[in-house]
């Protein structure tokens, strides 16, 4: 039990998870809008810092304007004496000079609602006058000094924080292990492989997060790398708001993705929760609830994509001519791919293999641990993972050793002397059948005599068992108990026997009359050395 609400815990723990992305996105989806309302109008900046913001005229947009404003005021910080700034009330106009001969004017559209261009030139003449003195300020050297100190201190803080960061995550992770991961789970390594790829993940974003917050705090301390700041991330949030095609912008395909990822995610953990949670109570088999559960799964995940599409004003009925070119696509060049998901279809609706069956498809020998779309996932007996595609299950044979019925037959085979009775040899065996816990009572064992062999009698044990998975064990301590039993009742194990037949008669071989003669002289002075 405790294990099970560890997994379900871990479950729960996903599906927090998808539902804070999903969240963040619909937020994010909210500022869309206001996104793309603020690209109607630039910010005015002096040293970095935004003073106000104007819009578009016929002649200049408003970055244009904000651009040569800008400017216009960076020049007076710049100079020896504090320019004069004063306004040019007109009727539906009204001019901002600044200094002698720089000066720019404030139209209707750049009125907030309720005030006159003038009301507002004065509003921004107040802004501007603020500004610059605090841009002047800053450039003194007494401020730079101190500065400078206040950043070095952030710096050593930031060193700090970032190695307590570690240290936390590290004891976050020994307390939340036990709690999301199962010992007993079939899938206990990648639930921890996710919970500490999860918690890296969060430890490099939060110090990721803090150098940047520090970093740009430090920037914005200094009037130069503050305008630089200032002027890089107003490229960067103006190429991310600018349309690459339709109406779309970059952030809004990023915040689609992000919405079809959340939808992933979630879909799966969903899933988990229906399939432990919901299909073991049913007391259905485990390949019915794996098949409900993959239909459950692709069917969410494609009514979710259809709704996601519609909200984000695509219309559907468009993508049938990338349907069409798709299809060409798989016609040619992804026909193992269909051929395959379609034979995962086959696979789960007709169930001749189920999760949890013992089967045997060309050399591999193991158990059905996963049915995808496209592959099939075997745990052999060594506990290796074979990934296998499903259209090899359609076109070769498959030995399925726990279709509809896992009781199965094995055979022993089994050879004695010529010298044995062959009674007391079945006795034997069946003996050694009884003997084993994993061998079946009913149907009972059977001894058959298969024939007379060059070496031995050769006979043949079967066996029922109900366990297919355990039957290379079975057979080995079946042997065991065999060797031991015929040795007991001095019964010999034969070993094959070859008789041997040497014919007299000279040897086909001629000596040469040279050899004959050397031969000779060798054998007299043996002689008479001897």
Partial sequence: MRNKSKLHSYQYFKL???????LTLILTLQLVPAIAQSNQFAPVDIDGRQVFQVSSTKEKSARERAEIISKI????????????IKVKKGNNIAEIQV????????????????????????????????????ARQERSGEFIRNTLILSLMLVVLTI??????????????????????????????????????????????????????????????FPLTRQWSFDIARSIWSSLTSPIFKDFTVTGVLVLIGFFLGLIILSGVVTNILRSRILQLLRISQGA??????????????????????????????????????????????????????????????RPIQVGDFIEVGKYMGTVEHIGARSVVIRTLDRVSIIVPNSRFLENEVINW????????????????YNADVNIVKKVLLEAAKKHSEVLSIPQSQVFFTGLGDSSLDFELLVWIDAPSHQISIKSDLYFIIEATLKKHNIEIPFPQRDLHLRSGDLPVKLSPELEQALLRYSQQQNGKG
């Fill in 289 to 350: 609830q794996e098949v409900i559960a993959i239909i459950f799964k692709y069917t969410l995940i494609s009514i979710g994509s259809i709704i996601l599409l519609q909200i984000f004003g695509i219309d559907l009925s468009s993508l049938a001519i990338l349907a069409s070119a798709l299809g060409v696509g798989i016609g040619f060049g992804f026909q193992d791919i269909a051929k395959n998901f379609g034979s995962g279809l086959v696979l789960l609706f007709e």
């Fill in 99 to 134: 200094g002698e001969n720089a000066q720019f004017t404030v139209i209707a559209n750049d009125v907030v609602p309720g005030k006159s261009p003038n009301e507002q030139a004065d509003i921004w003449v107040k802004q501007i006058r603020e500004k610059i003195r605090i």
């Fill in 73 to 84: 005021l960076q020049e007076a910080v710049r100079a020896e004496n504090e320019p004069e």
């Fill in 16 to 22: 927090i998870k998808a539902i804070i992305i999903i």
């Fill in 160 to 221: 700090a924080l970032h190695w307590v960061l570690g240290k936390v995550w590290d004891i976050l992770h020994r307390q939340i292990s036990p709690l999301v991961t199962s010992e007993d789970a079939p899938d206990q390594n990648q639930q921890q492989k996710s919970l500490n790829i999860l918690l890296k993940a969060t430890l490099i974003l939060t110090r990721t997060a803090l150098w940047a917050s520090v970093i740009l705090y430090i920037t914005n301390l």
């Fill in 402 to 417: 726990s279709h509809r019925n896992p009781i199965s037959r094995i055979h022993i085979p089994v050879g004695v002397s």
